[in-house]
């Protein structure tokens, strides 16, 4: 007997493939129009099976919502069928009971970081990044710049900068406890795409730079990420502590915004104030990243 779940599934599932099935045209599809022939827009059932290459049987029985059994690769086919995007084709598996992929960000979309490039600069004058799956910097504020070192002519990316970036383990007295944290929170990020080469082409190179990493890595530590509190000495503002935060935007789940927010208590909101003072900045040891 099916489970209400799919019970409630199944009619959402029904009016979404027909929905979807209604909006492309037979040309859209590579097919000829049918004309004054047909009597409703759109691709029939018969034309949505042969060309995602199911049973016209089949394919008729998964949108009336019938209890079938399915696979990712044919759910697959009948999405690209339908022109389904990342988060359509996400919600296809939902209705057919299966663990949905990885969002995808449309080919569209992978430029557009205007909207976060205007939110980190928001966060000023507390640093703020974005970094990529692998952690490559993608962009960062004043602040950060200021703070942590972060420039061009470093490796442009967060784990490799970490373990190799004078500057930044210079101002890091806890430098050796976060690294193992650090580390943990990268193999955890590595876990969500195992069959990912970028991740090990990172984690290769860091190997071959840092014995320091090797050690953490061979432990086998796993943790999300999340929140990590830092202490940071500055050499002109003295010790800083932050909060750093990692967040996800769903239109742009290949990359990670981390904000950084002073802890409470502590004056770090004013130093870091005067410190993208324009006073601060004229007393800054390196220049600050365009």
């Not at 969002?103 to 430029?111: D, F, K, S």
């Not at 970094?131 to 002519?153: H, I, Q």
Request: proline fraction near 8%; glycine fraction near 8%.
């Amino acid at each position: 007997m099916a489970t209400p779940t799919a019970e409630h599934r199944r009619p959402e599932l029904r009016e979404f493939l027909m929905s979807r099935r209604a909006r492309i045209t037979p040309a859209e599809a590579g097919l000829p129009d049918g004309g004054a022939r047909r009597r409703t827009p759109g691709l029939r059932r018969e034309e949505v099976a042969v060309l995602a290459g199911v049973g016209v049987s089949w394919y008729q029985w998964l949108e009336q919502g019938r209890a079938i059994t399915v696979s990712g690769q044919v759910l697959d086919a009948v999405g690209r069928v339908l022109k389904l995007t990342s988060a359509e084709r996400r919600h296809l598996y939902v209705l057919a009971g299966l663990n949905p992929p990885a969002l995808e960000v449309a080919p569209g979309e992978r430029g557009n970081c205007d909207g976060l490039r205007r939110l980190i600069e928001a966060w000023m004058p507390f640093p703020a990044h974005i970094m990529d799956r692998y952690w490559n910097t993608v962009m960062y504020n004043d602040a950060a710049s200021l703070v942590f070192g972060m420039r061009p002519e470093i490796v442009q990316n967060c784990l490799i900068a970490f373990f190799t970036d004078p500057i930044y383990r210079s101002r890091s007295p806890q430098w050796a406890q976060i690294a193992r944290l650090v580390v943990a929170q990268f193999r955890a990020a590595c876990s969500e795409s195992p069959h990912d080469e970028g991740f090990r082409a990172v984690i290769e190179e860091l190997r071959e730079l840092s014995p320091e990493f090797t050690g953490l890595w061979e432990r086998g530590d796993v943790l999300p990420g999340g929140q990590l509190e830092k202490e940071i000495e500055h050499p002109l503002t003295g010790t800083l502590y932050v909060e750093a935060t990692q967040l996800r935007v769903p239109a742009r789940p290949d990359l990670a915004i981390v904000l950084h927010t002073p802890l409470p208590g502590t004056g770090t909101a004013e130093k870091l104030e005067w410190l993208t003072s324009p006073e601060g900045r004229r007393g800054s040891m390196f220049p600050v990243a365009g």
